[in-house]
T-cell receptor
C-alpha cells in the first residue's frame, strides 16, 4: 500500500497561474521528497524536506511539511507549459526502512 | 557522466519467455532499486540493493529475481514472463539510503503477450 498519496490526481491550469498539489502519508517519516516525471521519462528529483523542517524553497518551488497532519504540499509559482508533468511524493518510514514509497502522483497540465 | 542507463528500452515477450533487464550507474552509488510503474499507479519497488553482492525484496518481488555482482550494475530477471508483468520498469540509484536523492534511468517498456 502506498505510504504517500497525492491530491488532486489531475490539475489543469493556465500558464502564469500557481499550481498546488498535496501529499498525505500514514506513518512517521524522516524526510519527504518530491519528484517530477515528464511523459515517457524517468523521475527527476525536485526537493527534499526533512521531518524537522517546515518549509523549503527552490526556485519557483515551495514545499511545506506539516508532520502533525502528516501532509506536505508542493507549490509551483508562475507555472509554465514546461511544468506539464506528473509529480510524485516519496516518503521513508522513520523506523529505518530502506524502502522508499511513492504515491500515485498528480498529473499537472499547464496550458500556454 | 551517463548517470543511470537501462537496456533495453523496449521489449516484447511471449508468455513464459525469460529476459534480463540491465541497469548501470556511473556515480559510484551504493544503493540501487528496481521499480515498476503501471497506469494510474505510482512506482512500486520490486527489489533493491544496499551494496555490491546484496539484494532485498521490495513491495512486489514475486516473479522477479535480481543480482548485484558489480557495484555499478543491477540486473532484473524475469524467469517466466506473464502478462501481469507488462509494465514500465525503472531503475534508480542513490548514494546513501532512502533519505538520499534517487537518480532514475529512462525506463524499459515491457509488453508480455
Amino acid at each position: 500500500s502506498q505510504q504517500g498519496e497525492e491530491d488532486p490526481q489531475a490539475l489543469s491550469i493556465q500558464e502564469g497561474e500557481n499550481a498546488t498539489m498535496n501529499c498525505s502519508y500514514k506513518t512517521s517519516i524522516n524526510n519527504l521528497q518530491w519528484y517530477r516525471q515528464n511523459s515517457g521519462r524517468g523521475l527527476v528529483h525536485l526537493i527534499l524536506i526533512r521531518s524537522n523542517e517546515r518549509e523549503k524553497h527552490s526556485g519557483r518551488l515551495r514545499v511545506t511539511l506539516d508532520t502533525s497532519k502528516k501532509s506536505s504540499s508542493l507549490l509551483i509559482t508562475a507555472s509554465r507549459a514546461a511544468d506539464t508533468a506528473s509529480y510524485f511524493c516519496a516518503t521513508d518510514a522513520s523506523g529505518g526502512s530502506y524502502i522508499p514509497t511513492f504515491g500515485r502522483g498528480t498529473s499537472l497540465i499547464v496550458h500556454p | 557522466n551517463a548517470g543511470v542507463t537501462q537496456t533495453p528500452k523496449f521489449r516484447v515477450l511471449k508468455t513464459g519467455q525469460s529476459m534480463t533487464l540491465l541497469c548501470a550507474q556511473d556515480m559510484n552509488h551504493e544503493y540501487m532499486y528496481w521499480y515498476r510503474q503501471d497506469p494510474g499507479m505510482g512506482l512500486r519497488l520490486i527489489h533493491y540493493s544496499v551494496g555490491e553482492g546484496t539484494t532485498a525484496k521490495g513491495e512486489v518481488p514475486d516473479g522477479y529475481n535480481v543480482s548485484r555482482l558489480k557495484k555499478q550494475n543491477f540486473l532484473l530477471g524475469l524467469e517466466s514472463a506473464a502478462p501481469s508483468q507488462t509494465s514500465v520498469y525503472f531503475c534508480a540509484s542513490s548514494r546513501q539510503g532512502v533519505t538520499d536523492t534517487q537518480y532514475f534511468g529512462p525506463g524499459t517498456r515491457l509488453t508480455v503477450l
